[in-house]
């Protein structure tokens, strides 16, 4: 015959390691879940950094474009206004404005030389010429 208290320690032992057992076994369960998680996560970190590194050398070479691009419009401003200075109204501008000076300016000359074509036609300009020549 067994022993009925060896018997009902032994139900009691065999409780508590059935249960440590299930314990451990839901602790290695959340572990693989919480190692899981922790790839998860690192992949996707891996990835922004990734993305932010491209995103950073795109940012790189969209500065160096721009710095560029300023320097072609300061040269060419430089160009037009025959000094270096900052834009007066602005670049596109002063340019402008620029181009309506100089056109106005080709447009007096045109109008001087019709003017002296008129005096030549009617002898004024070669009257003068010749008072000054001979006079």
């Known amino acids: 015959m067994s022993d009925p208290g060896y018997d009902q320690d032994y139900g009691k032992e065999y409780q508590m390691v059935n249960t440590l057992h299930q314990q451990l076994a839901a602790m290695t369960k959340a572990h693989d879940t919480l190692a899981d998680q922790v790839a998860l996560d690192t992949a996707r970190i891996i990835t922004v950094v990734q993305q932010l590194t491209a995103m950073t050398e795109r940012d790189r070479v969209r500065h160096e474009d721009y710095q560029r691009a ?21 670049v596109v501008e002063d340019v402008e404005d620029l181009r309506t000076a100089f056109t106005a300016g080709q447009q007096e ?22 008072t000054k020549e001979g006079g």
């Not at 300023?70 to 602005?90: D, E, K």
């Not at 000359?109 to 010429?129: F, N, P, S, W």
Request: with cysteine; charged share 20%; hydrophobic share 40%.
């Open 109 to 130: 000359i045109a109008r001087l030389k019709r003017l002296v074509t008129d005096m030549d036609t009617h002898g004024v300009y070669a009257e003068q010429q010749g």
């Open 70 to 90: 300023c320097g072609m419009i300061a040269a060419m401003h430089r160009a037009a206004m025959g000094v270096t200075c900052g834009p007066s109204r602005g």
